[in-house]
């Protein structure tokens, strides 16, 4: 089920969405030329609204409720660091061919391997196999941290297929090892479900989020289209849906 979910989600997500709003007006146009033309609009209105930064940085700054941590607390007892993936770099030429992590899961680890270094804490990468490779996902990001990052202690999670399987995966593996609180590293627009759902195992949960937005300077560039901007909306839709989601399944 998790799988056909995973497979189908470009389906209610843009540019598809639109795209196939946009065939079916033009689908729809001789016979209903009003409602096919006004789902042609609406389909290129969209798009263009989704491309703008100034609606791509709102819709993401929106998601952002967790300030930046303050690595000078005191550390907590009895706690890890635990990173979470997001998407693989499948058969990578530069690196033999093998699979890594994607660009989005690098910087999670980058600011897990700098919390690593100021706290001491062992680090948690979890995240199972997606689609027909042979690396997990935490397998993946575990080389990256050891080889790249020289991370000492990294435990892995292996199984999760999702952010509510990170959570009761991590958990069980973390409570063998003692440990009851974790300092949770995501992005910022997707910490708010991650602390919901590693909450409700009963962990003590420190939000840890990186690339968190810079203050608002508006300027000409924030309202011409770009694709950068459409991908931003893309993350800002994705996670708003996947919060009412889990709302609706896991609350």
């Known amino acids: ?26 689908l729809f146009i001789k016979r209903w030329p009003r409602l096919g033309r006004r789902m042609i609009q609406i389909a290129f209105g969209g798009l263009f609204i989704l491309s703008l930064p100034l609606f791509a940085g709102s819709i993401l700054h929106s998601l952002e409720v967790h ?5 000078t607390r005191p550390v907590a007892e009895n706690s890890a ?29 980058r600011y897990a391997a700098k919390l690593h270094r100021d706290f001491g804490l062992p680090v948690v990468t979890t995240g199972g196999i997606l ?19 020289g991370v000492g202690t990294v435990w892995q999670e292996t199984e999760a297929f999702n952010t509510q399987q990170n959570a009761a995966f991590s958990e069980t593996l973390l409570r063998e090892k003692g440990i009851s609180t974790v300092y949770l590293v995501t992005h910022s627009w997707h910490m708010r479900r991650a602390v919901l759902v590693f ?25 011409i289209p770009n694709a950068g901007a459409l991908n931003a909306s893309y993350y800002a839709l994705h996670e708003w849906l996947g919060q009412l989601w889990y709302r609706l399944v896991y609350t």
């Open 199 to 223: 909450e409700q195992t009963g962990l003590t949960v420190i939000p840890a989020p990186t690339r968190l937005g810079g203050p608002f300077e508006l300027s000409v560039g924030d309202f």
């Open 1 to 26: 089920m998790l799988s056909f979910l995973y497979h189908i989600k470009p389906l209610f997500l843009p540019p598809l969405n639109l795209v196939l709003l946009a065939l079916a007006g033009w």
């Open 67 to 71: 300030p930046v941590l303050d690595t």
């Open 131 to 149: 689609g027909d490779v042979e690396t997990s996902l935490a397998e993946a990001m575990a080389k990256v941290l050891i080889n790249e990052f």
């Open 81 to 109: 660091i635990v990173v979470l993936s997001a998407g693989m770099y499948r058969d990578a030429p530069e690196y033999n061919g093998d699979d890594t992590v994607g660009s989005l899961t690098l910087e999670r680890l």
